[in-house]
Each structure stands twice: as C-alpha cells, then as structure tokens.
C-alpha cells in the first residue's frame, strides 16, 4: 500500500503523520487489497471556527476508487471522522464483491 500524506497551509508532523497511518491501519485490516492511499490535511482561511480544519483522502482499491472528506475543529477529529467514513465505504464495497447466492436445496442433491 502506497501512502501519501500531505499539508496544504499546514505543516504534517510526525506525531499528525503517524496518527493518521495508524487509523488507515484499520482500512488494510478489513480489505487488503488498498493499492494507494493519498491523503490531504489543509485549513481553511475562514472566518468562522467551526469546519476549518479539513482532512481529505482518495483511496484506489483493486475495482474502485473511493473518496471521503471531513471537515471539524480539531485536525484528530477530522482524521477520526474521515476514517470512520472510508471504513464504510470499504466494507460496503467488499461486501459487493463477494458472492451472497446460494444454490437452493432442491438442486443440491
């Protein structure tokens, strides 16, 4: 898995960029065929506190690419928010993957 982890007006630390591959750990853990992670952390100029601090994140999948924002005060609960996000998308598109039917009982024997 490639990842790419960027700043835009935002300097990534060590500790931002640990704390963000830590929580994408849990993305590999459900599907294991994540090609390429990019990820990007910018703040906003805004007036307004709320929502400024902005966290983005395109993943490439074997079949799909995925794509998720958040947007919040605080830069770890952005990355929480994102990542409970991406979480959904993946598992819902292994769960489309994977093959649900059932021969019926009359055909088995």
Do not use: W
């Not at 506190?49 to 983005?56: L, S």
């Not at 598992?91 to 649900?100: A, G, I, P, T, Y």
């Amino acid at each position: 898995m490639n990842l790419t982890i960027s700043g835009h007006h935002l300097e990534v630390t060590p500790a931002l960029r640990s704390y963000v591959a830590g929580k994408l750990d849990r993305i590999t853990r459900h599907f294991d065929q994540v090609v390429d992670v990019k990820v990007l952390l910018s703040i906003e100029n805004q007036t307004e506190k709320e929502g400024r601090q902005k966290a983005e994140c395109n993943i490439h999948v074997k079949g799909s690419d995925m794509f998720a924002e958040s947007a919040h005060e605080d830069m770890y609960a952005a990355v929480d928010e994102l990542v409970d996000k991406l979480d959904r998308q993946v598992v819902r598109h292994k769960d489309r993957l994977q093959s649900h039917s059932h021969e019926s009982p009359k055909r088995l024997m």
